[in-house]
């Protein structure tokens, strides 16, 4: 593999992991913090659902988006199927329950402190939701680094909605399955430390970035 | 104090990463190499002729390209071939130019392949030795029924393949360095093109996959005839029959093998009676005709 495809491959990567990461945090920190803060009738299904989701298997979730892009498919008609598109379609559906979930157990977590301080200083229900967001931003990072780390390291639900097509929507993890297939084991390795290089970069970061605002926090 | 703990747990976590990714690459060749081998190979010296199937458990490793596995030219044959001889094949289906990085490694007994040049290659470097024609299938050309190119009418691969990059129509390739991905690379360099641009897809997928990506792309593509027979699409064989388009397999025993004897004995069988009669007879029930045609012959 030559260095210039190689990085296009790892640029690819980011690109459609930060984008899938961000609608799901837009999609999901919502979620979770209403999820947090009040109860309604049947929330426990909704919770279950969520927990399950975490967990979903990306391969299904490739072969149902895969099916719903296809030509054949009630979408097909956009013509999204081998697109980066379909693959940050695909990587939503995988990180909004993560998102959604992790934010709801960290709200739960500051809900009862500051619930009711904030309601006794008049605050509309947005603000309200707004303050527990803030106060609860730690467990929410944890939550986009485990979104993230999950996102940038799928394999099964991007091959099978991306296609690995060189030079379009061939990314890290596809590119390690080439690789592989083809015999050349170590370029495969090679772009798999790059994989774990990155993840890790982006962990550190994340939490060196929470832990100090916890620290600011508390004083 | 905290973020130390939490920067050093995060090193431990990596290196348990690191060393899971480490040992899962190498892990084709443990699971070859596990077999007992003092057991399973006698002396070179023994005669070559099937002894009688034994109790024992003796097992070879089959590299092979995706095709006959997935076609289940397999299927139909080895379970005959352990009968016989009473010696599993573990098979390894992978892109041929896996299946010889496997021969070159020595973590498989026998190739069956199909990429003359590389297998010759293979054998001129002293990896392998003893191989055989066993059959050849054929490639198609397939495209969307309406044709864009044009490229019903025409006779060689190489006109047609002219044709598509000319009118720029979308084409699927293999691009994973496999028989067929090899084959249609020859069939570009035969036509003097080098292909490239937005309607070249290269989908580093098996056949299956890429048979569906030009499906839904409505591209063309080079397919095997066993894998594009088994799968339902909307698409049409548009050029076959020529010469470029035929396809032989070989069967090639790994120089280095620790079991060249029963390594031997698949490759007897493959290319004796029984197992040309199997081949010639496979998938006559379900295709209406059969998708390899037999022809052994020592190179």
Known sequence: MMTQDVWEVIWLSLQVTTVSVLIGMLLGIPTGTFLGLYTFRGKRLVVALIYTCMGLPPVLVGVVVYMLLSRYGPLGALGLLFTPEAMIIAQIVLVTPILAGLTMSAVQAKERAYWETAKSLGASPVQMMLTIVKEARGGIWSGVAAAYGRAISEVGAVMLVGGNIEHHTRV?????????RTGNFT????????????????????????????????? | MKVARTVSSFFLLSLVLLLAACSSTPSLSTATQQVPAPEASPPASQPAPAPAPSAENKEIVLATTTSTQDSGLLDALLPEFQKQSGITVKVIAVGTGQAIKLGEEGNSDVLLVHSRKAEEEFVTKGFGINAYDVMYNQFYIVGPADDPAGIKDVQSAKDAMSRIAEKQASFVSRGDDSGTDKKEKSIWSEAQIKPEGSWYISSGQGMGETLQMADEKRAYTLTDEATFLSRKLNLEVLVQGDKSLLNPYGIIQVKSSTKPEEGMQLIQFFTGEIGQKLIGEFGKETYGKGLFVPDAKKR
């Open chain 1, 172 to 180: 890290m993890t596809t590119a390690i399955i080439l690789e592989t």
């Open chain 1, 187 to 219: 370029a495969g390795l090679q772009l798999g430390l790059v994989l774990l290089a990155i993840s890790f970069l982006f962990n550190s970061f994340l939490m060196a970035g929470v832990l100090n605002q916890m620290r600011n926090g508390r004083r």
